[in-house]
Antibody, heavy 125, light 107 residues
C-alpha cells in the first residue's frame, strides 16, 4: 500500500521557523514529483510547492517564495518543507501528496494521490 | 495563475438524487482537471483525474466530463456516504490551483 506520513507540525511564533517531513512507503519514491498542499482552518485547499523526481526543479506559490524551501532525500524516501519567516496566515494543516503523472503524445497529466493525514502548523504568539 | 471557480458553493440533496457540480477555469486547461472529495477532519481523496478518468476503487456513480474551461462532476445517485466537500484542481500549469470547494449535504 502506498502511504505518505507527515510530521513536524506544531506551534511557532511569528517570524519563526519549522521543518516538516513526509515519509513515503510502498512506492518507488525517486520516480515521482512530490507536493505540499495546505488548508487553513475552515478554508479550501492551497497548493504550496512541488519538487521534481531528482530534486532539480522546484516550484512555489507566490505567497511562500523566498520563505519556504522544498527538498527531498530519495535515499530516505523523504520529502521536506523548510518554513522560515512564518506568518499568522501560514497557519494550516499541511499535506504531503504524491503527484502521479501520465503522458500521452508528449503531454503530461498530473494528479495528487495519495495524500497524507496532514500535520498542523500554528503560527501565533 | 489559473483561477478555478466552482458552483454551487454548497448544496443539499436527498439520497438517490442526481447531483452536478460545475468547475470553470479562467483559461483553457484542456483536460488537465482533477476532482477530490474531502470529509471533515480527513485528507482529500482522488475521485477523477484527467477530467473523466475514474480513480480505481471509486464507485461508478461518480463521473467527470468537460474540456477547455468548463467541467462537471456528476454523482448519478447520491448515497449517504457522499457527504463532504468536493474540489476541482487544474494541473495544466504551476501553480496548481483548486476551486473553492462545494459542500454536499444529505437531506
Amino acid at each position: 500500500e502506498v502511504q505518505v506520513v507527515e510530521s513536524g507540525g506544531g506551534l511557532v511564533q511569528p517570524g519563526g521557523s519549522l521543518r516538516l517531513s513526509c515519509a513515503a512507503s510502498g512506492l518507488t519514491f525517486s520516480t515521482y514529483w512530490m507536493s505540499w498542499v495546505r488548508q487553513a482552518p475552515g478554508k479550501g485547499l492551497e497548493w504550496v510547492a512541488n519538487i521534481k523526481q531528482d530534486g532539480s526543479e522546484e516550484n512555489y506559490v507566490d505567497s511562500v517564495k523566498g520563505r519556504f524551501t522544498i527538498s527531498r532525500d530519495n535515499s530516505k524516501n523523504s520529502l521536506y518543507l523548510q518554513m522560515n519567516s512564518l506568518r499568522a496566515e501560514d497557519t494550516a494543516v499541511y499535506y504531503c501528496a504524491r503527484e502521479i503523472g501520465s503522458s500521452t503524445r508528449g503531454a503530461w497529466w498530473f494528479w495528487f494521490d495519495p495524500w497524507g493525514q496532514g500535520t498542523l502548523v500554528t503560527v501565533s504568539s | 495563475d489559473i483561477q478555478m471557480t466552482q458552483s454551487p458553493s454548497s448544496l443539499s440533496a436527498s439520497v438517490g438524487d442526481r447531483v452536478t457540480i460545475t468547475c470553470r477555469a479562467s483559461q483553457s486547461i484542456s483536460t488537465y482537471l482533477n476532482w477530490y472529495q474531502q470529509k471533515p477532519g480527513k485528507a482529500p481523496k482522488l475521485l477523477i483525474y484527467a477530467a473523466s478518468s475514474l480513480q480505481s476503487g471509486v464507485p461508478s456513480r461518480f463521473s467527470g466530463s468537460g474540456s477547455g474551461t468548463d467541467f462537471t462532476l456528476t454523482i448519478s445517485s447520491l448515497q449517504p456516504e457522499d457527504f463532504g466537500t468536493y474540489y476541482c484542481q487544474q494541473s495544466h500549469i504551476v501553480p496548481r490551483t483548486f476551486g473553492q470547494g462545494t459542500k454536499v449535504e444529505i437531506k
